[in-house]
């Protein structure tokens, strides 16, 4: 089982960043998945899922600005995140909410000027 996450980067404020996370091992298509973020000295927190079936979910603080989406043929989770913001600051995992699998490794969005 593996979950790959991508496309984090520094980005000034108001600024937009796609992140990506390839599954593999798991039966993708059947798996609710997420979008985590940790910011420094805080706890992880779930920031947007969806369901095999694109049913979507979102934290108050991303609403409007992010969007996940999923390509079950590619076994990919995305979140395109828009109208950056500083408070955004965090490292990114994505995982299942269905599957009791490790996290992926994280990718380092920065949001600064």
């Known amino acids: 089982v593996q979950l790959q996450a991508s496309g984090g980067g520094l980005v000034q404020p108001g600024g937009s960043l796609r992140l990506s996370c390839v599954a593999s091992?798991?039966?993708?298509?059947?798996?609710?998945m997420g979008w985590y973020r940790q910011a420094p000295g805080k706890q992880r927190e779930l920031v947007a899922g969806?369901?095999?079936?694109?049913?979507?979910n979102y934290a108050a603080s991303v609403k409007g600005r992010f969007t996940i989406s999923r390509d079950n043929a590619k076994n990919t989770v995305y979140l395109q995140m828009n109208s950056l913001k500083p408070d955004d600051t965090a490292v990114y995992y994505c995982?299942?909410?269905?599957?009791?699998?490790?996290f992926s490794q994280g990718t380092q969005v920065t949001v600064s000027s």
């Open positions: 995982n299942s909410l269905t599957s009791s699998v490790p």
């Open positions: 091992g798991i039966r993708f298509r059947f798996n609710v």
């Open positions: 969806i369901t095999g079936g694109g049913d979507t």
